[in-house]
Antibody, heavy 123, light 113 residues
Framework: QVQLQQSGPGLVKPSQTLSLTCAIS??????????WNWIRQSPSRGLEWLGRTYYRSKWYNDYGVSVKSRITINPDTSKNQFSLQLNSVTLEDTAVYYC?????????????WGQGTLVTVSS | DIVMTQSPDSLAVSLGERATINCKSS????????????LAWYQQKPGQPPKLLIYWASTRESGVPDRFSGSGSGTDFTLTISSLQAEDVAVYHC?????????FGQGTKLEIK
């Protein structure tokens, strides 16, 4: 059974960096059949896919257009986890952030999700 | 980006009756290599992450009750709950995973009438 456990601060000041981590159990961040995603949800934007990292002989990343200039998703193979960094946050980045497992190939839906972290951007 | 549009935004159905939610994509999400539509449906209850119900537009995830069914192809899709139960009260989201950025519909809130 795959489990994803999120951690990180729930309050970030404007212009600073949002950092979250997603610890994986029951699968590997280096799996050749999985991709590791960050998704956020807010009342104004609904569910918004932010990006993913995955391993296919080397590491790849894809990022959403709205955050592409500010986002980094990194794997940590030593701890079997992956992280989200979002720079220069504004009030509009206030949301519940989720990590989720997807697959690569002909099945790419998100079958396992973290518990969610409410991140509030406020001074 | 592929835009996903759900209808209606909210829906109230009596217990035991049928509930139907629609989802439209701005371009075809039919994947030619396996002839499957790259569309998923999720159920989200308050305070919880979304739960995968259906993938490939019509394949139920393991453990999902058979009162949930998905249909459609190309750009038009439907989630049907054949006989609404009290525990089905939730927000339902469609999502395309045909090409990044993966996008979601705005969600449909399902309530009991």
């Amino acid at each position: 059974q795959v489990q994803l456990q999120q951690s990180g601060p729930g309050l970030v000041k404007p212009s600073q960096t949002l950092s979250l981590t997603c610890a994986i159990s029951g699968d590997s961040v280096s799996s050749n059949s999985a991709a590791w995603n960050w998704i956020r949800q807010s009342p104004s934007r609904g569910l918004e896919w932010l990006g993913r990292t995955y391993y296919r002989s080397k590491w790849y990343n894809d990022y959403g257009v709205s955050v592409k200039s500010r986002i980094t998703i990194n794997p940590d193979t030593s701890k079997n986890q992956f992280s989200l960094q979002l720079n220069s946050v504004t009030l509009e980045d206030t949301a519940v952030y989720y990590c989720a497992r997807g697959k690569v190939g002909v099945r790419r839906e998100f079958d396992y999700w973290g518990q969610g972290t409410l991140v509030t951007v406020s001074s | 980006d592929i835009v996903m549009t759900q209808s209606p935004d909210s829906l109230a159905v009596s217990l035991g009756e049928r509930a139907t939610i629609n989802c439209k994509s701005s371009q075809s999400i039919l994947y030619s290599s396996n002839n499957e539509n790259f569309l998923a449906w999720y159920q989200q209850k308050p305070g919880q992450p979304p739960k995968l119900l259906i993938y490939w537009a019509s394949t139920r995830e393991s453990g999902v009750p058979d009162r949930f069914s998905g249909s459609g192809s190309g750009t038009d899709f439907t989630l049907t709950i054949s006989s609404l139960q009290a525990e089905d009260v939730a927000v339902y989201h469609c999502q395309q995973y045909y090409s990044p950025p993966y996008t979601f519909g705005q969600g449909t809130k399902l309530e009991i009438k």
